[in-house]
């Protein structure tokens, strides 16, 4: 079993929507890293939170750390959007990295 | 300014040779990784590397051996490359290594065995 998880693996939505994507993680943690995964392959940090919210332009983040879980929103989606976002927490030991979720695809049709 | 770079972005070669993939980081930055990107997209962390320290991640076979020259560079050695290694593979940077930092990925080098 993964130990972040991501919901839902695939999301397809008009422009304009409202977007929520999930993450729940098993144990706990201090920090956590969202990113985006544009179709060329790059990625890119969007946030990195503990606690509470984080907002930039239309993309929020808020966690809860109590639960092990956080939500990424995108407010008044837009193609340009469409992208794999990742959730990655550091669980500490091993490799001393983050720890993915296996993402979430995002197409937003026009 | 690219801040992490990699090169190169392809690398196309026969099973069984050795070859490397460099990174270079501009900020600073005194943790470096190598991640790798699996053909379902992945991600998972191979090693960490700072001033002091290596970590590696257990499950990665002892073909993979990363070399830092300098504090702002950290390149990645395979030797004998077999097919399950055809992969996208990203270098990454930290202020620090740890839970508090953000961190700025490369491009990534796409790696194909024939």
């Known amino acids: 079993k993964n130990e972040v998880e991501q919901s839902p693996q695939n999301l397809t939505a008009q422009e304009g929507e409202f977007i929520t994507i999930n993450c729940s993680y098993s144990?706990?943690?201090?920090?956590l890293h969202w990113l985006q995964q544009h179709p060329g392959g790059g990625i890119v940090s969007l946030f990195m939170?503990?606690?509470g919210k984080k907002k930039h332009g239309r993309l929020i983040a808020t966690i809860n750390i109590q639960e092990k879980h956080s939500s990424l929103h995108i407010t008044a989606s837009h193609p340009r959007d469409s992208a794999v976002y990742i959730c990655?927490?550091?669980?500490?030991?091993?490799?001393?990295?983050?720890?993915f979720g296996k993402g979430t695809h995002l197409i937003i049709q026009p | 300014d690219t801040a992490v770079s990699q090169t190169p972005k392809y690398l196309v070669t026969q099973m069984g040779n050795d070859k490397s993939i460099k990174c270079e980081q501009n900020?600073?930055?005194?943790?470096m990784y190598w991640y790798k990107q699996d053909s379902k997209k992945f991600l998972k962390i191979m090693f960490s590397?700072?001033?002091?320290?290596?970590?590696i991640n257990e499950t990665v076979p002892n073909r993979f051996s990363p070399k830092s020259p300098d504090k702002a560079h950290l390149n990645l050695h395979i030797n004998s490359l077999e097919l399950g290694d055809s992969a996208v593979y990203f270098c990454?940077?930290?202020?620090?290594?740890?839970?508090?930092?953000?961190?700025?990925f490369g491009d990534g080098t796409r790696l194909s065995i024939l």
């Open positions: 990454a940077s930290s202020q620090i290594s740890g839970v508090g930092q953000p961190q700025h």
């Open positions: 144990v706990g943690i201090s920090a």
């Open positions: 939170l503990s606690s």
């Open positions: 990655a927490v550091y669980l500490g030991g091993g490799a001393d990295g983050l720890t």
């Open positions: 900020l600073g930055h005194d943790t």
């Open positions: 590397y700072n001033n002091k320290e290596l970590i």
